[in-house]
């Protein structure tokens, strides 16, 4: 089954705590996004990947970081969570000129 | 800077309405544009896909247009159903720099279908 499986789906953490959500798909896609879900300001783009070892800031990249070392994976980092990251966070894949997929989504709190 | 708004933000309508959800965008120059469907809790499931030398996009009750020089879509559902109960989003694909493109989003048209 095609699909984009991100991990954990929920996560509780501490202020300054290093974590990584983890994204994954399985159908080939050389675009990967990680997006930020909020309250009255929808889904905003952190960062972006179209292809193994190439990224790009999206709009809201600060206190985020990526890697891109297989096409498959693309994990989003925190090095040092604050509570303004608490979110709802997404990855989705993609080809060139296909429809996006997305993942279930991760659910963050930092507290 | 390219912006999107969804009108409107809610929407409630018995079952069996045919029903319209707008989207516009701000700048023409995009690459393509996407409906999708969120439900609570869950991700974004793909609806329709336009891409911007095309019109219309159609998927069972769903049709979906584009008008790039007024910078508009609508999403048609026809015949509402319950199931139909959920977020829609719209989303234009413009390019990024480094030739990338990114998707930027509207904030949602809720939908609600009763019985």
């Known amino acids: 089954e095609a699909q984009v499986t991100q991990n954990p789906r929920y996560l509780i953490t501490v202020t300054g705590k290093k974590l990584t959500v983890t994204c994954s798909q399985n159908m080939n896609h050389e675009y990967m996004s990680w997006y930020r879900q909020d309250p009255g300001l929808g889904l905003r783009q952190i960062y972006y990947?179209?292809?193994?070892?190439?990224?790009d800031k999206g709009d809201v990249p600060e206190g985020y970081k990526v890697s891109r070392k297989e096409k498959r994976n693309f994990p989003l980092i925190l090095e040092s969570p604050s509570p303004n990251q608490t979110s709802l966070y997404f990855c989705?894949?993609?080809?060139?000129?296909?429809?996006?997929?997305f993942g279930q989504g991760t659910r963050l709190t930092v507290v | 800077k390219q912006e999107v708004t969804q009108i409107p933000a809610a929407l409630s309508v018995p079952e069996g309405e045919n029903l319209v959800l707008n989207c516009s965008f701000t700048?023409?120059?995009?690459?393509?544009l996407q409906w999708f469907r969120q439900d609570p809790g869950k991700g974004l499931t793909s609806l329709l896909l336009i891409q911007s030398s095309q019109r219309e996009q159609t998927s069972g009750r769903l049709n979906a247009s584009l008008d790039k020089s007024s910078g508009r879509s609508t999403l048609y559902i026809a015949a509402s159903q319950p199931g139909d109960s959920a977020t829609y989003l719209c989303a234009v694909s413009s390019w990024g720099s480094y030739n990338t493109d990114k998707l930027i989003f509207g904030t949602g048209t809720r939908l609600q279908v009763f019985p």
């Open positions: 990947s179209m292809n193994v070892e190439v990224t």
């Open positions: 989705a894949s993609s080809k060139r000129t296909g429809p996006a997929f």
């Open positions: 700048d023409s120059a995009i690459y393509n």
